[in-house]
């Protein structure tokens, strides 16, 4: 039986389901590689929610949005619980099974598909040489059966990777990330658009991850694994969502935490340079495929405020996106600034610095320094000469925590010239002490949540802990920005 000894083969115990200890990879490109056809944390990503699922198969015109079957204890459940039960007891993602179930027996799209097809849903156990009435085979017929078993199995091919580094010995050519086998091109390699191979031909695959190794041990041919990626790639599985500039976002399989800022995500490349502008309470976690659909912006590999020296020489303060250059020496202590605050950094991990107003003796507070009339109690942020009032407790905590201001004369403060009133940054979830929306603070406007659905769809409810309470003057601040819904807020980002 081929597919036995492949990744739909016989029956297999859940083994640890704990994670997989991933190898170092670069994303697939927008272009079929049949060395690396997805990434190891989407296969490993289960954030995909029953509900969803059935949204999905709602979206096509293929029986399984209506269709209910028995799963391995002959209770009858829909389509959707079967494909959600399978994959979380496999802790793999169930776009992953939707895809496998499209691909073999076009169950996606097809709205009057053969009994075969849905019996043997998966492939699993069914062999070039079987027939559907094959005795041995008939234990895993059925749709909950097909799909419960080939959920299972990839566990184990995925366990089996780990302790072994192949997915099985009990085929000739074993897979695994690294090993290179040599694969026939056969005529469906070539046609139907692919054109990856020469009919005949030998063609050499080295899989790049544990998936891909995954893939090769089912199907042993590019051509087959080119529908998968196609398939994989060509669906709306995950509705991804644009988040606004200022939200942060992780994965669960993953410790790295990204800024969305303009249409890309940008990966801070330490805690404390995220630290410096953000709290872990902010953080929303989404999916793998949620976050692979915005392509990579630059690192943000310093604290905001940093002290930095090139080898080309001279001193900058960074601010924010900004390289502020020290003119003198005398202006460097004339900042408060000391020698073993400056990290020494290549001229190169500046270039994506805009360069900002030099800092002179004059330039008193370039990085801005809190003040407190003793007359008034008003209390000011104070940079390059320019006085913001900060109307509120609220934005006070939100914008400097637990720093304490300077009390300081009210001749001192006038001095200054009068600049903007401070607001709540960017990422901040804000709302009126009196009630009503919720708004995501945005390039500095207030984006109104629409609902709690909406809420939901960006993750929001999951730190809403986080809310701020405030007044209205300080929400009008910030000018309204557009609403965020559901519906509205369904499209790609910076897709490839």
């Known amino acids: 039986m081929k597919r036995v000894f492949s990744i739909f083969g016989i029956a297999s115990l859940l083994l640890t389901t704990s994670p997989v200890l991933l190898r170092a990879q670069v994303a697939p490109g927008s272009t079929f590689n049949p060395n690396l056809i997805i990434t190891d944390d989407q296969l490993l990503d289960t954030s995909m929610s029953r509900n969803r699922i059935q949204e999905f198969l709602n979206s096509h015109n293929g029986v399984l949005k209506n269709y209910v079957s028995s799963d391995i ?96 010995r009990a085929i000739a050519n074993t897979w695994g990330p690294g090993k290179t086998n040599g694969v026939l091109c056969i005529d469906s390699d070539f046609n139907s658009g692919r054109n990856i191979c020469t009919p005949g031909s030998t063609i050499l695959i080295t899989p790049a991850n544990f998936v891909t190794s995954i893939l090769y041990t089912y199907t042993p041919h590019p051509g087959g694994n080119y529908s998968f990626w196609k398939i994989w790639n060509g669906y709306n599985f995950t509705l991804t969502r644009f988040y606004p500039n200022g939200t942060v976002l992780r994965t669960k399989s993953s410790s790295s935490i990204y800024l969305i800022s303009n249409g890309l995500k940008r990966r801070f490349a330490s805690m404390s340079a995220f630290l410096s502008r953000y709290s872990l309470n902010q953080v929303i976690t989404v999916s793998a495929d949620q976050l692979a659909q915005y392509d990579n912006g630059q690192t943000i590999s310093f604290a905001n405020y940093s002290l930095v020296s090139p080898q080309t020489g001279g001193v900058y303060l960074l601010v924010d996106d900004v390289k502020r250059p020290i003119k003198s020496k005398q202006a460097f202590l004339a900042a408060g600034f000391q020698n073993d605050e400056v990290i020494k950094v290549k001229w190169s991990d500046l270039q994506s610095y805009i360069d900002g107003e030099p800092i002179t003796p004059d330039n008193i507070y370039p990085s801005g320094i809190l003040m407190q009339n003793k007359k008034t109690g008003a209390v000011f942020f104070v940079k390059d000469k320019i006085k913001h009032g900060i109307m509120s407790s609220a ?102």
């Open 73 to 168: 204890t002959g209770t009858l459940k829909p389509a959707a619980q079967l494909i959600y039960e399978a994959a979380q007891a496999a802790q793999i993602n169930p776009k992953f099974i939707l895809v496998i179930l499209h691909k073999e027996q076009s169950l996606i799209d097809d709205a009057v598909p053969a009994q075969s097809q849905l019996d043997w849903a998966t492939g699993y156990a069914f062999c070039d040489s079987c027939s559907s009435d094959t005795p041995s085979i008939q234990q895993y017929r059925g749709f909950g059966k097909q799909v419960w078993n080939s959920a299972q199995l990839i566990r184990r091919y995925l366990n089996n990777l780990q302790t072994i580094g192949v997915t099985t």
């Open 395 to 496: 934005i006070y905590k939100s914008r400097f925590g637990i720093q304490k201001p300077i009390r300081v004369q009210p001749a001192t403060l006038a001095t200054y010239t009068d600049g903007a009133m401070i607001g709540f940054k960017d990422g901040d979830l804000v709302q009126s002490k009196s009630g009503g929306p919720l708004y995501f603070i945005s390039n500095g406007n207030r984006l109104p949540i629409a609902s709690w659905a909406a809420a939901q769809a960006y993750g929001f409810d999951k730190i809403i802990k986080t809310v701020i309470k405030t007044d209205d003057k300080s929400l009008a601040l910030h000018p309204l920005g557009p609403t965020l819904d559901v519906g509205g807020a369904i499209q790609t980002a910076n897709a490839r």
